[in-house]
């Protein structure tokens, strides 16, 4: 397998779990964050509640940061204009965060979407800034 299918295949797999993490329901999606912030509010020794919610927005940053990644490296490969990863993670956020309202428990987050688009352009230009240092 060469090096552009890697990065494609990453990048599916990465949506794959993006979409799974954002389409579960209320209760569901709770309780994945909840669990993963009493097993980090353990290891740092600090208060779940006070943890969670800082957990939950900074998944949104990290989720779509490798998003940008990966659509970068698979831009980059097939010889595209590496700017399209980021419009793609942009666009990516918005329908994924608008078709919240359609699953059980969760609602459209304007605050989410701006985390998202946050996390997508640092990615995106971290990741540039690597490959620029690289060289």
Same mark, same amino acid.
């Given at each position: ?6 990065? /494609? *295949? +990453?990048?599916? &797999?990465?949506? %794959?779990?993006? =979409? ?44 779509? /940061? *490798? +998003?940008?990644? &990966?659509?970068? %490296?698979?831009? =980059? ?15 990516f956020s ?9 699953i ?32």
């Open positions: 397998m060469n090096i552009k299918n890697k990065w /494609f *295949i +990453l990048s599916l &797999l990465w949506v %794959g779990l993006m =979409l799974y993490l954002s389409h579960q329901n209320g209760t569901d999606t709770f309780n994945t964050s909840h669990g993963f912030t009493v097993y980090l509010a353990n290891l740092l020794q600090v208060d779940p509640q006070w943890l969670h919610g800082l957990v939950r927005k900074t998944a949104h940053l990290v989720l779509y /940061f *490798i +998003l940008a990644v &990966l659509l970068r %490296g698979c831009q =980059l490969q097939w010889g595209k204009a590496p700017w399209m990863a980021l419009v793609m993670a942009v666009v918005i329908i994924d965060e608008g078709t919240k309202p359609l059980p428990g969760r609602h459209c987050d304007v605050e989410d979407i701006l985390l998202n688009d946050v996390g997508a352009v640092l990615g995106y230009f971290l990741s540039g800034c690597f490959e620029k240092f690289k060289r």
